[in-house]
């Protein structure tokens, strides 16, 4: 599978149209289009941005392997959370902090 059946694979995959890939990533709809229609090849910095936001290595985004990700699920899922936060306000921030770390205390004592 070359760069531009992998793009549009992910995007469908994640459910989300053209545009709203281009406005997630701040690029042009045209170019999002351009590049799923194999017109035009990203920049590393626009395979960077992509790989990222679909959670999958560079080789897989662009072909090279049918692996979609050499990390494991657990650290998939907290980059993910990690994104959430970015988005997040402080005071949520810290509230979703302290609930980790109650939770962990208590996971902590069930193996006193």
Request: net charge negative; charged share 35%.
């Amino acid at each position: 599978m070359n760069f531009s059946e992998r793009l549009k694979q992910l995007r469908e995959e994640k459910g989300i149209s053209q545009r709203q890939l281009a406005r997630d990533l701040n690029f042009s709809s045209a170019a999002v289009s351009l590049y799923e229609s194999g017109q035009r090849e990203p920049t590393l910095t626009a395979l960077e941005k992509l790989a990222k936001y679909f959670n999958v290595s560079l080789d897989y985004l662009i072909g090279l392997t049918d692996k979609d990700n050499e990390l494991p699920d657990f650290v998939k899922e907290q980059i993910t959370k990690i994104d959430e936060l970015k988005s997040l306000k402080l005071s949520e921030k810290l509230e979703l902090i302290g609930n980790e770390l109650i939770n962990i205390s208590k996971k902590i004592k069930e193996f006193e």
